[in-house]
């Protein structure tokens, strides 16, 4: 191989490594830029995520007030039925009062 030959295979080479750099730091810019992207959507998905919590949260504060309302309405029903049980009870003494 002439020295001319071997001078253009050379610079063949250099400027395949050349392509080949370019092309790698192609790769990391598109890397980078991915990155970006995906941080940007990391962000948006925490933001979603407080949301959802924010609306549990909201959620299982409602459903203490409902089961403090229902535990109220339990009690109160409670109170009732005993005055009913009283009633019926002094109703039947006084039933068997009168035989």
Known sequence: MSSEQQFRRYIDTIRQQIASESKLANSWEELAAALEGLEHWMKL?????MKVWEKL???LEGLE??????QTQLEA????????????QQNRRNLFKKY
């Open 65 to 70: 007030l409902t089961y403090e309302e229902m």
């Open 45 to 49: 998905v925490r933001k979603g995520e």
């Open 77 to 88: 029903a409670e109170a009732i039925e005993e005055r009913l049980v009283e009633q019926n």
């Open 57 to 59: 949260a909201a959620a």
